[in-house]
Structures are given as C-alpha cells and as structure tokens.
C-alpha cells in the first residue's frame, strides 16, 4: 500500500532540507493557525478548548483501552512473567541485568512526557480561582489519569498482540499502530482511519 501525495510546489531550503506544499502541509498550517486563534482570545477560551480537546483524545484512548478487557480479548499469559528483551526490539528474552533495566528506564523516561500536565497545573496555579485547593486537584487528576492511561493501554496492548505481535514491523515503526488498535476495539475501516 502506497500513498500518493500531491505537491503543488517544492523547493529546497539550505541545509535544513525540501519544503514541500502538499495536502499535509496545508493542513498542519490551518491546525496551528486555528491554535493560535484560541490562544489568542485568552486563557478562559484556552482552557475550554483544551478540555474539549482532552476529552476527544482520551475517550477514543480510553475505549482502545478497556474494550479488550471487557470483551475477554487479552490473553493474560501475555502479560504474565514478562522479561525485558535481550536488546531493543529483539525477540529473545533477555534477563533482569543492567541492560533489561535500562530498557525499562528508558521506557519510563519515555512516558515522562506525561509530566507536561503536571507542570501545566503547577504553572497556572496563580490563575486557578482558589489556588490552595485547586491546584493540589490538578496535579492529582493529572497523575490519576497518567497512571490509569499508562496502565489500561500498555495492558490491553500487549495482553492482545503479545510479544510478537509487539514486534511486528508495522508495530515498531509505528505505522500499523492505527490498524492494530482499529481490530482491538472490533472497528471497521472508519475507525482505523479515525485512530491514524
């Protein structure tokens, strides 16, 4: 399966690479043109918006999550007795060592990037209406829901592709990501395009 985009004009910019005006560009450009408008009408607006926006991308996320749960999909010899690979995206086992653990810590360094939404409570605590309580909620909702999210989806993840399902090339390179969480949740085309 090959994609065909179509460029209404590319030109080479020095030493950063091509610039090319397609479909993807144009649509990006709009995105963050539409970010910059409810920004632009000030943090109330902002923050309604960034609710809206949280809550189309974690109920989707949410669902991918739970749904194999709920409709006995995982298989729990999966997700039992799990051993760190022998070395990134190698299918032996490996064990316990120096080298397993700093694939594990790397994997927790990876999902560190939650901690925006700790630093987002943390920095806007002077604009909350009552600082002393609401800010000590923000970042508890916020680890509440890292520690859920970062549960329910590795689980479900892993529970239904297993270990080799997990290194299938479309699962590495991140391009059957879509696909694999589209039949998780029993969707149709509709919905892996959706979750791409």
């Given at each position: 399966y090959?994609?065909?985009v179509r460029e209404a004009l590319t030109f080479n910019i020095p030493g950063l690479?091509?610039?090319h005006f397609n479909a993807t560009f144009v649509i990006g450009a709009i995105l963050m043109l539409v970010m910059f408008a409810i920004q632009?009408?000030?943090?109330a607006s902002?923050?309604?918006?960034?609710?809206?926006?949280a809550i189309i991308v974690l109920v989707?996320?949410?669902?991918?999550g739970i749904v194999p749960i709920v409709?006995?999909?995982i298989d729990y010899s999966n997700v039992t007795n799990l051993m760190p690979p022998?070395?990134?995206y190698s299918p032996e086992e490996g064990t316990w060592n120096i080298g397993g653990w700093t694939l594990f810590l790397g994997g927790l360094y990876i999902a560190a990037w939650s901690t925006y939404g700790f630093e987002t409570a943390v920095c806007y605590t002077r604009e909350l209406k009552n600082p002393k309580t609401d800010t000590f909620r923000a970042i508890f909702y916020s680890g509440l829901l890292c520690c859920v999210f970062f549960f329910l989806v590795p689980f479900s993840f892993q529970g239904v592709l297993g270990h080799a399902g997990m290194l299938a090339p479309g699962i590495v390179d991140g391009t059957g990501i879509a696909e694999a969480l589209g039949n998780m949740v029993g969707g149709g085309k509709v919905v892996t395009r959706t979750l791409r």
């Open positions: 090959q994609r065909r690479g091509a610039m632009h009408r000030g943090i902002t923050a309604s918006a960034q609710k809206v926006l989707p996320l949410f669902l991918v409709t006995g999909q022998a070395a990134a």
